[in-house]
Nanobody, 115 residues
Framework: QVHLVESGGGLVQAGGSLRLSCAAS????????MGWFRQLPGNQRELVAT???????NYVNSAKGRFTISRDNAKNTVYLQMNSLKAEDTGVYLC?????????WGQGTQVTVSS
């Protein structure tokens, strides 16, 4: 079992920045993949960014050049630095981890970008 706790969401004006953090604890030490998804209507989730323990990253096209995902493997923590935020980035951001096929989700943190 892995417990994911997010922090760092909030309200920001368009063009501003936010940094999300997600700390993992539990039975799996340093999951292979950690990252962020955004909740969409209809219970769908959109990948925003992921990073493997080895440092391989993956971003949704809309995040490239604006968002940076990083990890501190020693702290089992993943970060998402979001710059040049746009109104369309608004949503609930969910922390994600996957290791050996086991997927876990955080409760989510709200990001609201005002235009």
């Amino acid at each position: 079992q892995v417990h994911l706790v997010e922090s760092g969401g909030g309200l920001v004006q368009a063009g501003g920045s936010l940094r999300l953090s997600c700390a993992a604890s539990g039975s799996i030490i340093s999951p292979n993949v950690m990252g962020w998804f955004r909740q969409l209507p209809g219970n769908q989730r959109e990948l925003v960014a992921t990073r493997t323990r080895a440092g391989i990253t993956n971003y949704v096209n809309s995040a490239k050049g604006r968002f940076t995902i990083s990890r501190d493997n020693a702290k089992n923590t993943v970060y998402l630095q979001m710059n040049s935020l746009k109104a369309e980035d608004t949503g609930v951001y969910l922390c994600y981890s996957n290791d050996l096929g086991q997927t876990y989700w955080g409760q989510g943190t709200q990001v609201t970008v005002s235009s």
